[in-house]
């Protein structure tokens, strides 16, 4: 069983910066990527920002405010949110695939991120 566990949502005025972290624990194993997606009442989910092998990629409307980065050692992930925007509201999700060949996919329970204007 692989569990993920989030933190550092929040109320914060725009132009703030909040930190999320998401722990993997369990029986994970081979992590191939790591990330964070959000999704805002009425809307789809959408990737915030992905790290894998292959490098990191952000959502087009954070690029330059959005950091993630990753502990591999304590199987962590972390996205740093500077001058935070209304627009940025939403539950945000961990995201960790992983496993290798198999690439398992799990999910964090969610946090919320309310940026007031």
């Known amino acids: 069983q692989v569990q993920l566990v989030e933190s550092g949502g929040g109320l914060v005025q725009a132009g703030g910066s909040l930190r999320l972290s998401c722990a993997a624990s369990?029986?994970?194993?081979?992590?191939?990527?790591m990330g964070w997606y959000r999704q805002a009442p009425g809307k789809q989910r959408e990737l915030v920002a992905q790290?894998?092998?292959?490098?990191?990629k952000y959502l087009d409307s954070v690029k330059g405010r959005f950091t993630i980065s990753r502990d591999n050692a304590k199987n962590t992930v972390y996205l740093q949110m500077n001058s935070l925007k209304p627009e940025d509201t939403a539950v945000y999700y961990c995201?960790?695939?992983?496993?290798?060949?198999?690439?398992?996919?799990?999910w964090g329970q969610g946090t919320q991120v309310t940026v007031s204007s």
């Open positions: 995201n960790v695939r992983w496993g290798g060949l198999a690439d398992f996919d799990s």
């Open positions: 790290t894998t092998g292959g490098g990191v």
């Open positions: 369990g029986s994970i194993f081979s992590i191939n990527g």
